[in-house]
């Protein structure tokens, strides 16, 4: 049960958030971890990419930053794509809600 509840409280934000129409687009999600940082926003993905993944993402590793483009899926999983041509799938819950937008 414990784990179900943590799941709802980083999924919430953002289904709400991928739900509405921001007044202004920003991050909604963070995840860090292993000098990788990945972060999802409310805005349209800017890169060509799989249709089925709308809104930007990007993955800042050191120096180097990659846009991309993410959506939630069941599981709940968040799907990748950035535009050096990496996919990724990550359990929803390992992200951060990004609190103050």
């Given at each position: 049960?414990?784990?179900?509840?943590?799941?709802?409280?980083?999924?919430?934000?953002?289904?709400?958030?991928?739900?509405?129409?921001?007044?202004?687009a920003g991050p909604i999600a963070?995840?860090?971890?292993?000098?990788?940082?990945?972060?999802?926003?409310?805005?349209?993905?800017?890169?060509?990419?799989?249709?089925?993944?709308?809104?930007?993402?990007?993955?800042?590793?050191?120096?180097?930053?990659?846009?991309?483009?993410?959506?939630?899926?069941?599981?709940?999983?968040?799907?990748?794509?950035?535009?050096?041509?990496?996919?990724?799938?990550?359990?929803?819950?390992?992200?951060?809600?990004?609190?103050?937008?």
């Open positions: 049960m414990k784990l179900i509840l943590d799941i709802l409280r980083v999924l919430f934000p953002i289904l709400l958030l991928l739900g509405s129409v921001p007044a202004q963070v995840l860090t971890g292993g000098g990788v940082r990945i972060t999802l926003y409310t805005e349209p993905c800017a890169i060509k990419a799989p249709s089925n993944l709308p809104q930007r993402a990007t993955w800042v590793k050191g120096a180097e930053m990659f846009e991309g483009c993410f959506n939630l899926f069941s599981g709940p999983i968040v799907a990748m794509y950035f535009d050096d041509d990496t996919i990724a799938a990550i359990p929803a819950a390992l992200f951060t809600a990004v609190e103050g937008i």
